[in-house]
């Protein structure tokens, strides 16, 4: 079992920073790659950036790209997302998911992989005041 714990949320000002972090305890040497998803109120879940374990590449959503990082310390089985020049409509919880096989990539939605990220968080609050 694979258990991954958030944490970083909060409220801050629209053009802020925050730094999420998501800790993964447990077997997680097989995992291929860790992302973070969010879920505004009424809104589906969708992809907003992903890291392989192997390699590190990374894949982001259009709407953060260039303001948002993702990176790993493989060490510390710790996957953290910098969010920079935040917006108002970056406010919503957000998820860190592992998969063992597969992974997310621009452009596909949370249904197309709700399947093939078997481990979540419980979430992390991110409040954005404009």
């Known amino acids: 079992q694979v258990q991954l714990v958030e944490s970083g949320g909060g409220s801050v000002q629209a053009g802020g920073s925050l730094r999420l972090s998501c800790a993964a305890s447990?077997?997680?040497?097989?995992?291929?790659?860790t992302g973070w998803f969010r879920q505004a109120p009424g809104k589906e879940r969708e992809g907003v950036a992903v890291i392989y374990t192997d390699g590190g590449s990374t894949y982001y959503a259009h709407s953060v790209m260039g303001r948002f990082t993702i990176s790993q310390d493989n060490a510390k089985n710790t996957v953290y997302l910098q969010m920079n020049s935040l917006r108002f409509e970056d406010t919503a919880m957000y998820y860190c998911?592992?998969?063992?096989?597969?992974?997310?990539?621009?452009?596909?939605?949370?249904?197309?992989?709700?399947?093939?990220?078997?481990?979540w968080g419980q979430g992390t609050q991110v409040t954005v005041s404009s």
């Open positions: 998911a592992a998969a063992r096989w597969g992974c997310w990539r621009p452009g596909m939605t949370y249904t197309d992989v709700a399947g093939v990220f078997g481990y």
């Open positions: 447990g077997y997680t040497a097989s995992m291929k790659c």
